[in-house]
T-cell receptor, first 112, second 115 residues
Framework: QQQVKQSPQSLIVQKGGISIINCAYENTAFDYFPWYQQFPGKGPALLIAIRPDVSEKKEGRFTISFNKSAKQFSLHIMDSQPGDSATYFCAASTDNFNKFYFGSGTKLNVKP | ETGVTQSPTHLIKTRGQQVTLRCSSQSGHNTVSWYQQALGQGPQFIFQYYREEENGRGNFPPRFSGLQFPNYSSELNVNALELDDSALYLC??????????????FGEGSRLTVL
């Protein structure tokens, strides 16, 4: 049973375009929703995270949109750059942070 | 500030063997988690250690075991290796307080191949 479902599996975007990755969850006890970025041969690194008490969080070109009633959240990458080409994982955790459930990943390719 | 380091980076074992993977946590972090990442998949939680005690476990059989040492470094041990254990094993350290609360700092992983 997958706790966090992520789509699409892969995404190709032109440089300067908007990349959108979506995630859905079922467990209403989840209280923290991070996005991680992983480059080949590297471990995942935190990109941005949100708590369910806000509907949107923006850091530079990266924005998380959160819909608590629909139990969905998404990552938007504005003005996508070739350097953004990586695999992105959404995740969810309860507020004790002792266990994170990750989505299956989205491989983003930004074409120059 | 030293990041999370894992060893070995790559290893090959045969079915039925045992393996030990090692992790040094980031300076100042007292919590270590282990994740299994199969090819093309997201990380799957194995367990977490806090102050040398197991503090949560995922859906993995008992042949997956771990330790955390007083310096907060950690080991993951897997007995009776199976072909499906082939994966990237990621260690992540974190802290229970402070501005980075909830953030996992991952190492680059140990790539295990079971033949």
């Amino acid at each position: 049973q997958q706790q966090v479902k992520q789509s699409p599996q892969s995404l190709i975007v032109q440089k300067g375009g908007i990349s959108i990755i979506n995630c859905a969850y079922e467990n209403t006890a989840f209280d923290y929703f991070p996005w991680y970025q992983q480059f080949p041969g590297k471990g995942p690194a935190l990109l941005i995270a949100i708590r369910p008490d806000v509907s949107e969080k923006k850091e530079g070109r990266f924005t998380i949109s959160f819909n608590k009633s629909a139990k969905q959240f998404s990552l938007h990458i504005m003005d996508s750059q070739p350097g953004d080409s990586a695999t992105y994982f959404c995740a969810a955790s309860t507020d004790n942070f002792n266990k994170f459930y990750f989505g299956s990943g989205t491989k983003l390719n930004v074409k120059p | 500030e030293t990041g999370v380091t894992q060893s070995p980076t790559h290893l090959i074992k045969t079915r039925g063997q045992q393996v030990t993977l090692r992790c040094s946590s980031q300076s100042g972090h007292n919590t270590v988690s282990w994740y299994q990442q199969a090819l093309g998949q997201g990380p799957q939680f194995i367990f977490q250690y806090y102050r040398e005690e197991e503090n949560g476990r995922g859906n993995f059989p008992p042949r997956f075991s771990g330790l955390q040492f007083p310096n907060y470094s950690s080991e993951l041990n897997v007995n009776a290796l199976e072909l499906d254990d082939s994966a990237l094993y990621l260690c992540a350290s974190s802290h229970v307080t402070g501005p980075h609360l909830g953030e996992l700092f991952f190492g680059e992983g140990s790539r295990l191949t079971v033949l």
